[in-house]
């Protein structure tokens, strides 16, 4: 049974970093693509970054680029997500979503992943 648990959320200030972590179970990181995606109040879910299966390729939306990184540890089964500098613009509820294609469109969408997390809220203010 696919399963993803997201922790490492909270509040922040701009300009201040977190680390988001994706634990998964019930398949390992070389067979499925992950995603991070976001969602603010009122505003659909957007794709924030994806890792590939097999190579480890990675995309990230132009929003974050040059401030997030995603990255995986297959001893854990766990993906990453590195926010630095962090904007208020970047609050919202963050979520993992696995693709068992283990590869992911360019641009993400939400309707391609079939297994999500419960999401972890990040907060960025003064």
């Known amino acids: 049974q696919v399963q993803l648990v997201e922790s490492g959320g909270g509040l922040v200030q701009p300009g201040g970093s977190l680390q988001l972590s994706c634990a998964a179970s019930?398949?390992?990181?070389?067979?499925?693509?992950i995603g991070w995606f976001r969602q603010a109040p009122g505003k659909e879910r957007e794709g924030v970054s994806c890792?590939?299966?097999?190579?480890?390729?990675?995309y990230y939306a132009d929003p974050v680029k040059g401030r997030f990184t995603i990255s995986r540890d297959h001893a854990k089964n766990t993906v990453y997500l590195q926010m630095n500098s962090l904007k208020p613009e970047d609050t919202a509820v963050y979520y993992c979503?696995?693709?068992?294609?283990?590869?992911?469109?360019?641009?993400?969408?939400?309707?391609?992943?079939?297994?999500w997390g419960q999401g972890t809220q990040v907060t960025v203010s003064s």
């Open positions: 979503a696995a693709d068992e294609s283990g590869t992911y469109p360019s641009p993400p969408w939400p309707s391609d992943f079939g297994s």
């Open positions: 019930g398949f390992t990181l070389d067979d499925y693509a």
């Open positions: 890792i590939s299966g097999s190579d480890g390729s990675t």
